[in-house]
């Protein structure tokens, strides 16, 4: 219990502090605004409670408790269902106790309990002037149950993780896809990923938006021909709606612009295609770059802006009204010098150390604007659909297992372990019967006090004995 | 029209509930029978409004009335009344007037937080989700509901424990022990009641949380391809989870009862209100998509 508790604190320091998996930038702000306090904050594994040693080794001590009391349950479980109830063994006065003569003779009166408790649902064993009877085995049949799948259900997690992956792609319409390390964006691999990608092949035919009238979006939805194994299917992978294919599941995770930009020089074509934009979701504008090393006699790079929907607003300028591609531009600078290709850098931005600006520009959609010598085009403007591509082996399980546990759970809360004992003894020459139960609740004792006033009659069970 | 209907109802169901806490306040005093009854009525009334209110709110929107912070809380309201009138009946009646109170409270506050009816963005339009935000709006009712019993009980051993030490202190504590119990302390229930009381309701909510956790893990991995990613609201919903399976574990393996059990629902319950409303107006996180 206590780590039970241990582990809800530990996780909610996650949410009050900025985590880096959620939340990189924040952590980051967080650094500039406490600089003195953030480096023991991150040390203390802070900023990323759940990747911190101490979080897992709650975790772990859970685990371990859970699977080390989970044992033994099992083998007194196991145990308690071969072996018949015993007698009640003599100590303390029992939770219920009623006690009273008996005119019918020892035999029948222990027959009788026998049959009423059969009756009820009991497992009964008759001794010598007893009889033991127990129910409520589904109780702790379910509690282990839970438990296991609890434990199981958290292997599961750690199953899919360490041998699958998560990745994503962005892929413009028309363009090809296969599926390979080097075509992600970005991967996860697990640490006991095999490395097999299963290959299969997508080409996106197109990827639709479709809005509400206020504005927010509908829908998003990439329509797309699957090539596995030598068949080819056609799908629509939407949010929501993840397309399966050889074990890797395919989410609709995000989109931007994709507009086609041909440089030129001259006669010279040095740069053509589609280039992916990353929109701001404040304004709506979306910011790509465009490097182009082949221009003489220096190198070119453009920052480019492409507003969809442009409209001049009194007192504030160009703005994007609305993401749909009313009347698409593309505003850019032109920068010469030197890119310094030499080190690896982001294709979504100029290193502009070696570079100065050469000149700015604009282009409607089908347009060519000259700047500087270099001729930039805007044929065409596409969309890119960015999928979310996961192998989880531990998905089954994972159903499976909270399936169970959730099946478990409710008769491991409402159904009652109950025992009772009836015992006949001699006393004074007259046969005196006891009926004794284990504790319970008000229903229990209801019950309890049936099969008492079965076998003494209803007068003398109103008075019952509390242990 | 039918938002305006809906808009109408919520403010007759408010009112409602709000006599109902008073009858139920008044017969806390007066012991009388129709006071009960009048609390029990307005409350009916008021959740059937309420309920007309929810169903019109989910024809103006044209979609299921759970979508955004106002909705979950009209929803929880409702909910938080109806299984007090279904599970509360007979002994629990006494914790009416302040479950009545809650109600309003959470009408209230949802009513701050009102925006008209929209649509939702694609990732909340899931099969997963309704089925998902309705178990967490269910459960979190029968556990909000635990609480009463529990604060209860924790205010009545503290005015009795001031009674009792009242009687040893001076010759005016005799006079507030003995008019206690026959006033106000003896139309409330025993204590013995309103702790089981608390532990049957946390084991009526706990499986229904545990369901809307899983659902909306399966909900996750639907539409962003992963079950668990630990955002605010998840690790929360986690947090209450864990601290009402340590309720059941303090009271079945450890055998807590009364104070302590009750203070520890407190704890989990206060957990359970974070979830509920911080985590989306402080923290933000996937879950703010819903909005406020
Ligand atoms: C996330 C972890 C856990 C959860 C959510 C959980 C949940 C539960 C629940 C709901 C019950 C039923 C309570 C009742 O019968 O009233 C229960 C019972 C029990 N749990 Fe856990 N448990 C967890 C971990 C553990 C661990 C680590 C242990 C071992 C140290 C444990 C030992 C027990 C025992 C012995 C019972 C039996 C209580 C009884 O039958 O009366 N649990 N647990």
New interface residues.
């Given amino acids: 219990?206590v780590l039970?508790?241990l582990?809800?604190?530990g996780?909610?320091l996650?949410?009050?502090f900025p985590?880096r998996?959620?939340n990189p930038a924040a952590v980051d702000a967080y650094f500039l605004r406490h600089p003195a306090l953030a480096p023991y904050l991150d040390a203390l594994g802070l900023f990323d409670?759940?990747g911190a040693w101490w979080f897992w080794t709650i975790a772990l001590l859970l685990g371990i408790s859970l699977m080390g009391c989970l044992l033994p349950r099992l083998r007194a479980y196991l145990r308690a269902l071969k072996h018949r109830p015993g007698p009640r063994e003599a100590g303390p006065l029992p939770a219920f106790l009623v006690t009273g003569p008996s005119g019918a003779a020892p035999g029948e009166v222990l027959d009788r309990a026998g049959r009423i408790l059969t009756r009820r649902g009991y497992r009964v064993a008759r001794g010598d002037g007893w009889v033991a009877a127990e129910k409520g085995f589904l109780r702790e049949a379910g509690s282990l149950l839970f438990h296991a799948s609890l434990l199981a259900l958290v292997g599961s997690?750690v199953l899919g993780r360490a041998w699958g992956f998560?990745g994503q792609a962005a892929i413009v319409e028309g363009d090809e896809w296969q599926d390979a390390r080097v075509n992600y964006d970005f991967i996860r691999e697990g640490r006991f990923f095999s490395g097999r990608f299963p290959d299969f092949l997508l080409k996106v035919e197109d990827f639709t938006v479709t809005y509400?009238p206020?504005g927010?979006?509908?829908?998003?939805r990439t329509r797309l021909e699957v090539v596995e194994g030598g068949r080819r299917r056609e799908v629509v992978v939407?949010?929501?709606h993840?397309l399966e294919v050889a074990g890797v599941?395919v989410?609709q995770?995000s989109y931007g612009w994709a507009p086609v930009i041909r440089v030129s020089q001259g006669e010279r074509v040095l740069a053509g295609g589609p280039v992916v934009f990353i929109t701001d979701p404040r304004t709506g504008v979306a910011r790509g770059v465009v490097k182009v090393p082949g221009a003489r006699p220096e190198q070119v790079g453009l920052e480019l802006f492409l507003l969809p929907d442009p409209q001049v607003v009194e007192g504030v300028g160009l703005v994007n009204a609305s993401p749909l591609p009313e009347h698409p531009i593309l505003l850019f600078r032109l920068y010469a010098g030197d890119l310094g290709l030499n080190v690896p850098q982001s294709v979504f931005s100029l290193d502009k150390r070696g570079l100065r600006p050469a000149g700015d520009g604009f282009v409607p959609l089908g347009g060519e604007k000259e700047v500087a010598g270099v001729r930039v085009a805007f044929p065409e403007l596409k969309e890119y659909t960015v999928l979310?591509?996961?192998r989880d082996p531990g998905?089954k399980w994972?159903?499976l297992f909270?399936l169970l546990?959730?099946a478990g759970?409710?008769p491991g809360?409402?159904v009652a372990r109950r025992r009772v004992w009836v015992r006949v003894s001699e006393r004074d020459g007259a046969w005196l019967v006891e009926v004794a139960a284990s504790p319970g609740?008000e229903r229990a004792e209801e019950e309890y006090r049936r099969v008492a006033a079965g076998l003494l009659g209803a007068e003398k069970v109103a008075v019952s004995g509390r242990g | 029209m039918a938002e305006g209907l809906s808009s109408l109802l919520f403010f007759a169901a408010l009112g409602a509930y709000l006599l109902s806490m008073l009858a139920y306040s008044l017969a806390l005093g007066l012991r009388k029978g129709a006071a009960w009854g009048a609390g029990r009525g307005l409350a009916l009334v008021g959740a059937l409004a309420h309920l007309g209110s929810v169903v019109f709110r989910g024809l103006a929107a044209g979609r299921v009335p759970w979508g955004n912070m106002y909705e979950y809380s009209s929803l929880l309201g409702l909910l938080l009344v109806v299984s007090f009138l279904v599970l509360g009946r007979g002994s629990l009646k006494s914790v009416g007037a302040f479950v009545m109170g809650g109600a309003v409270l959470t009408l209230a506050a949802g009513r701050i937080l009102y925006v008209p009816p929209g649509p939702l963005v694609p990732a909340l339009a899931s099969y997963w989700l309704k089925v998902h935000v309705l178990a967490a709006v269910g459960g979190s009712a029968v556990l909000g509901l635990s609480f009463f019993p529990s604060a209860l009980f924790l205010v009545l051993e503290w005015v009795r424990r001031r009674a009792r030490h009242g009687v040893l202190v001076g010759a005016g504590g005799a006079g507030i022990e003995a008019g206690d119990e026959g006033g106000l302390l003896g139309a409330l229930p025993s204590s013995e009641l309103l702790d089981r009381a608390a532990l049957a309701l946390v084991k009526i909510g706990f499986p229904i949380w545990t369901f809307s956790i899983l659902a909306g893990a399966l909900w996750a991995e639907e539409a962003w391809g992963r079950y668990w990613g630990w955002d605010p609201k998840e690790t929360w919903s986690l947090v209450t989870w864990l601290l009402y399976a340590a309720y059941l574990h303090a009271r079945s393996s450890r055998g807590w009862r009364g104070t302590r059990a009750a203070a520890l629902n407190m704890v989990a319950f206060a957990s359970l209100l974070f979830t509920y409303y911080a985590v989306n107006l402080w923290i933000s996180g996937l879950h703010s998509y819903a909005g406020v």
């Fill in positions: 219990m039970l508790l582990l809800g604190s996780a909610s996650g949410s009050f985590q998996s959620l409670v759940f997690f998560q509400h206020s927010l979006p509908e829908d998003f939407r949010v929501n993840p599941k989410y995770a979310a591509l996961t998905r994972a159903l909270a546990g959730l759970l409710l809360l409402y609740g």
